[in-house]
Structures are given as structure tokens and as C-alpha cells.
């Protein structure tokens, strides 16, 4: 099924789909000569501006033992024809808990590894809990506080030695997965010799314009950072094309201001703008409204009360900071604080907006209703529980 839906997607990424809008796709191995020279094969074509979106690959570290690891990555896992029996999952981010569900479905044993304390590092101490107990009750073993050692075999089974608080243990395995991020691709077209700015993080360093070294050569996508999103790379591709082509009359500096994502486990994991985590890194005043989807209609109708919406607001105002939901469909119900964000709307606008009954999106007006609660004008009401009781007489 998988790669049956790949290949009906594929098309949407296509040379006949780009060559229909008008675009020439040239096929080849391309190489930056200068910044205004490209060779692909044996031609040399002369261009006023370069986007470099040559993306990222599998992060796969130098531990002992691994060449003989039988591990696999995101790109080559779905070429399996048998299940593992004992698969083991090196990371504990969103890749890591997707397939570990994804696997334990299929009836896999899945042990999850992290060297960290917790899974989804990025999220909230709430999200990772709650999908910590999610995936557990589904029979995935996670073990953090762990430090890779090395792979090694015994009697020709397989094995990971880690460092672990208790002392040096191993776990047996048939397939590993490797899930410890990307690497972004900057070698082997020229970047070296013409010196481009390369990042501590490996990515190509570029300024609020998504220029590089030269104002002419523009970087996009996961090559680029600092989000390895692919919606993120279509948005970053709008400045690029946009500053390459009117630059010199205008530039437009690349808003992150609004960056969503989403783990797309079940219930799935969708954040944007700022956590609470993050918050307390700025040290800003900010106050945190939640609401508990086992109180929706229709979150008990479809059986999917697993989750809480979790919105971050400037202390004292309605101003959305940045929301997470945890849910069925969080990455659709997360549509609607995007967009207040994008477009300076507060709680309040939300709570006054009418949503269908019954829906999941719901709860992102009763999680405003939560919020308005808190901030009721108390002293104003006490006048009017006067006023009415006086009215009654």
C-alpha cells in the first residue's frame, strides 16, 4: 500500500507536472562553478540566479559494530519484505514514535532507545507523557537515559550495548532502525570551492533573505534549516524565487513567525508558534490554557478522547503565542490557530466564530472558552448579580 500510494503521489513532484507550468527540467549531476555557472553533464548553463534546495539524507553516526548492524533508515525502511520480529528504534522523535507505532501494529517487538530523558524532546512534558503511556500500551518498550555503545553479534544473533543508569546492558535485535535525524546535503556540487558558508550545524548559512555567501545563490529546504519541514521548504522556495527575481527593486525577509508541525501518530502530536518548554526559555510572561478533549461530544462519539488542547498566551491578553493539540486530526484542528496567528487573531475572535456541532474543531473554541473563563470580569459580574437579583424582587 505504501508504495502504491507513493507512486500516486509522485506525479504531484513531476517533470511532466513542472514542464506543464511552463518550467525546463533539465535531468543530470550538477555542479556550481561559479555563481553564475552550473554544469550539468557536459553543458555549462550561465544563470543571474542560483536556489540551492538539494534537501537532507539520514543521519547514520559512527558507532562501533554498525556496518554489520542490519539497519535500516526512513528512506530504505519500506523496502522490507519480512517483518522483524525484535525491532529496535535508535530515537525517541517523531520519526522514531511514528514507525515504533507503525511496527508494534504490525506485530513487531519494538524497543525505542534515547539518550535523552524523554521522548518528543521538542514538545511539552504533557505530550511526551501522554504519548509515552499511548505507546507503551501498545506494547513499546522505551528506554531512555541510554548510551550507545556498540553493535556487536554472538552466536549469529545481533545485538546494541548501551550505557544505561544501571550499568552496561544490550538488547538482542533482528533490524534496527536508525532515527536520529537528517543530515543536510552540502557536498560534492561545488559548495567547497566557491566557499560557501557552511553553519555549526551543517546546513548552508543564510541571511533574513535566504542569501548565501553570494547575494545571488539563494538556499531552501532542509539544506537551508532551520525547520526540516517540507512545507517549510515551499515557503522558504517563495522568498527565494521572489528575491531572486525582484531583489533589486525589493527584497522580502523570510517570516517564521508561524511555523507549524505535526507527529503523525495516533492520536497525533501537532504544535505551532511557541510550547510552554520554549516560553520558559525566552523567560516571557505567558499563561498557559488547557482543554481535555475527553469533554467533546464528539471526541466521545468517535471514541477519541486521548489528547488536550494546550495554547500559550502573552500574560493579561488573548494573544496567541502558540498552540499544541494533541489528537485524532490535530494537524487539520491546528489549521485554525495558524491561521489567528498569521493574522493577529485572538481567542477572542476564535470563541466568537461559530463551529459546526458536533466536530472536533470544537475544542479549539471551548479551549478559548477555558481561557475566557479565567479572565471573566469578576467585579463586573458581582454588580450584575446585583442588578438581577434586584430585578426579581
Known amino acids: 500500500r505504501v508504495k502504491r500510494v507513493v507512486a500516486t503521489v509522485e506525479p504531484h513532484d513531476s517533470v511532466k507536472r513542472f514542464t506543464g507550468l511552463g518550467v525546463e527540467c533539465i535531468s543530470g549531476e550538477a555542479k556550481i562553478l561559479s555563481p553564475y555557472e552550473v554544469k550539468i553533464g557536459e553543458k555549462v548553463y550561465t544563470t543571474q540566479n542560483i536556489t540551492i534546495a538539494t534537501g537532507s539524507k539520514p543521519l547514520v553516526p559512527k558507532i562501533k559494530g554498525i556496518e554489520n548492524a542490519n539497519y535500516v533508515t526512513s528512506e530504505t525502511i519500506w523496502d522490507l519484505k519480512i517483518l522483524p520480529k525484535k525491532f529496535l528504534i535508535i530515537g525517541c522523535g517523531p520519526m522514531g514514535c511514528e514507525l515504533a507505532q507503525c511496527f508494534t501494529r504490525f506485530g513487531s517487538e519494538v524497543i525505542m532507545i534515547e539518550r535523552s530523558e524523554r521522548i518528543l524532546i521538542r514538545e511539552d512534558l504533557e505530550v511526551s507523557d501522554l504519548m509515552k503511556e499511548v505507546l507503551n500500551n501498545e506494547g513499546v518498550r522505551i528506554l531512555t537515559h541510554h548510551k550507545i555503545l556498540e553493535f556487536t553479534e554472538v552466536d549469529n544473533s545481533k545485538f546494541l550495548v548501551c550505557q544505561s543508569s544501571v550499568g552496561v546492558v544490550r538488547y538482542e535485535y533482528d533490524l534496527v532502525l536508525i532515527a536520529m535525524g537528517r543530515v543536510a546535503n552540502v557536498k560534492e556540487f561545488g559548495l567547497e570551492e566557491l566557499g560557501v558558508a557552511i553553519t555549526s550545524k551543517g546546513t548552508i548559512e543564510t541571511n533574513e533573505f535566504l542569501q548565501t555567501t553570494y547575494p545571488?545563490?539563494?538556499?531552501?529546504?532542509?539544506?537551508?534549516?532551520?525547520?526540516?519541514?517540507?512545507?517549510?521548504?515551499?515557503?522558504?522556495?517563495?522568498?527565494?524565487?521572489?528575491?531572486?527575481?525582484?531583489?533589486k527593486f525589493k527584497k522580502f525577509k523570510v517570516d517564521y513567525s508561524v511555523v507549524p508541525w505535526c507527529t503523525y501518530t495516533d492520536p497525533e502530536v501537532a504544535t505551532v508558534g511557541i510550547n510552554e518548554e520554549s516560553a520558559k526559555d525566552r523567560k516571557l510572561d505567558y499563561e498557559v490554557t488547557i482543554y481535555h478533549l475527553d469533554d467533546l461530544d464528539r471526541?466521545?462519539?468517535?471514541?477519541?478522547?486521548?489528547?488536550?488542547?494546550?495554547?500559550?498566551t502573552q500574560k493579561g491578553s488573548d494573544k496567541i503565542l502558540g498552540a499544541t493539540i494533541v489528537g485524532a486530526q490535530a494537524s487539520t484542528m491546528i489549521l485554525e490557530f495558524i491561521s489567528a496567528m498569521k493574522f493577529k487573531k485572538g481567542l477572542n475572535q476564535i470563541l466568537g466564530t461559530i463551529h459546526i456541532y458536533p466536530s472536533l474543531g470544537e475544542a479549539n473554541k471551548y479551549a478559548a472558552g477555558v481561557w475566557k473563563s479565567a479572565h471573566a470580569p469578576k467585579r463586573l459580574l458581582k454588580y450584575l448579580e446585583k442588578y438581577f437579583n434586584w430585578t426579581r424582587k
Open 216 to 247: 545571488n545563490i539563494f538556499a531552501s529546504g532542509d539544506v537551508a534549516g532551520p525547520y526540516q519541514l517540507t512545507h517549510m521548504a515551499a515557503h522558504q522556495a517563495w522568498y527565494c524565487a521572489i528575491n531572486g527575481l525582484f531583489g
Open 299 to 312: 471526541a466521545i462519539a468517535d471514541d477519541e478522547t486521548k489528547g488536550f488542547v494546550k495554547i500559550i
